[in-house]
């Protein structure tokens, strides 16, 4: 049985005082102990939040991380770092790091080797897009953003890592995957990992969905064999939504 996680990702919003009270809303408003629950604040807000969650079943993930430990490397921000700025996981891959920050499938694997040998647990995404789907690409875009961006890693450590199928033409577009749409491609995603990793790595990794989740359509999502939970955007910024996503898992 693979524990459902249900991540906030809040991109580029929140200022601290923001920050801080969404997550003290979150805490006191949804002692959650069947589900993990993750928020990535902004790198500028990360520490004051990974502060008061110290003790909270709330963790804590950075949205991105440069491959090297250390260096003059101006504006990026490393495993080391991030670590001691207080955060466990770390989002790697976005389809907006993707479109506008040159991510590839390359970058992301030095990314997720940089994350794991920190202990970081990667939160790997993946996803075709609108013209990619209508060519009736979506196995073959899936499976080289696996191969390519997983290559090298051992079964273990896909096990313990979490991918976020997220279809960029869902994502901040209010277009949800159907849930037949949605419980195909994690199947995909599930028989690619089981080719390159075996199945007990396949049967262990959680597998998120992402894009335009919300209260309305968490539910069914959330009760589909192969989905392990949500990455959620511009419905983690409110906490009332969130929490009710939160719920939707039990
Ligand atoms: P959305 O974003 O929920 O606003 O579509 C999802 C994501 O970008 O992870």
């Given at each position: 049985?693979?524990?459902?996680?249900?991540?906030?990702?809040?991109?580029?919003?929140?200022?601290?005082?923001?920050?801080?009270?969404?997550?003290?809303?979150?805490?006191?408003?949804?002692?959650?102990?069947?589900?993990?629950?993750?928020?990535?604040?902004?790198?500028?807000a990360?520490?004051?939040?990974?502060?008061?969650?110290?003790?909270?079943?709330?963790?804590?993930?950075?949205?991105?991380?440069?491959?090297?430990?250390?260096?003059?490397?101006?504006?990026?921000?490393?495993?080391?770092?991030?670590?001691?700025a207080?955060?466990?996981?770390?989002?790697?891959?976005?389809?907006?790091?993707?479109?506008?920050?040159?991510?590839?499938?390359?970058?992301?694997?030095?990314?997720?080797?940089?994350?794991?040998?920190?202990?970081?647990?990667?939160?790997?995404?993946?996803?075709?897009?609108l013209?990619?789907?209508?060519?009736?690409?979506?196995?073959?875009?899936?499976?080289?953003?696996?191969?390519?961006?997983?290559?090298?890693?051992?079964?273990k450590?896909?096990?313990?890592?979490?991918?976020?199928?997220?279809?960029?033409?869902?994502?901040?577009?209010?277009?949800?995957?159907?849930?037949?749409?949605?419980?195909?491609?994690?199947?995909?995603?599930?028989?690619?990992?089981?080719?390159?990793f075996?199945?007990?790595?396949?049967?262990?990794?959680?597998?998120?969905?992402?894009?335009?989740?919300?209260?309305?359509?968490s539910?069914?999502?959330?009760?589909?064999?192969?989905?392990?939970?949500?990455?959620?955007?511009?419905?983690?910024?409110?906490?009332?939504?969130?929490?009710?996503?939160?719920?939707?898992?039990?």
């Amino acid at each position: 049985m693979r524990t459902k996680i249900i991540a906030g990702n809040w991109k580029m919003y929140k200022t601290i005082a923001e920050a801080l009270e969404l997550v003290k809303t979150l805490h006191y408003g949804c002692q959650c102990n069947a589900t993990e629950v993750i928020v990535s604040p902004p790198a500028t807000a990360l520490p004051k939040v990974a502060e008061f969650l110290k003790d909270s079943y709330i963790k804590v993930a950075a949205q991105d991380l440069f491959w090297e430990d250390f260096g003059a490397y101006t504006g990026a921000l490393s495993a080391p770092l991030l670590k001691d700025a207080g955060a466990e996981y770390v989002i790697i891959g976005h389809s907006e790091r993707r479109q506008y920050f040159g991510e590839t499938n390359e970058t992301v694997n030095k990314k997720i080797k940089a994350a794991l040998k920190h202990t970081l647990i990667p939160i790997i995404c993946i996803g075709e897009t609108l013209t990619e789907r209508e060519a009736g690409q979506v196995g073959e875009v899936l499976a080289t953003q696996i191969t390519n961006g997983l290559a090298g890693l051992t079964e273990k450590e896909i096990a313990d890592s979490v991918v976020a199928y997220e279809p960029v033409w869902a994502i901040g577009t209010g277009k949800t995957a159907s849930p037949a749409e949605a419980e195909e491609a994690h199947v995909i995603i599930r028989q690619l990992i089981t080719k390159q990793f075996g199945n007990d790595a396949a049967n262990k990794l959680r597998i998120l969905y992402g894009g335009s989740v919300k209260p309305a359509n968490s539910k069914e999502l959330l009760s589909l064999e192969n989905i392990d939970g949500a990455l959620v955007g511009g419905a983690s910024l409110n906490a009332k939504d969130f929490i009710e996503i939160i719920k939707s898992c039990t």
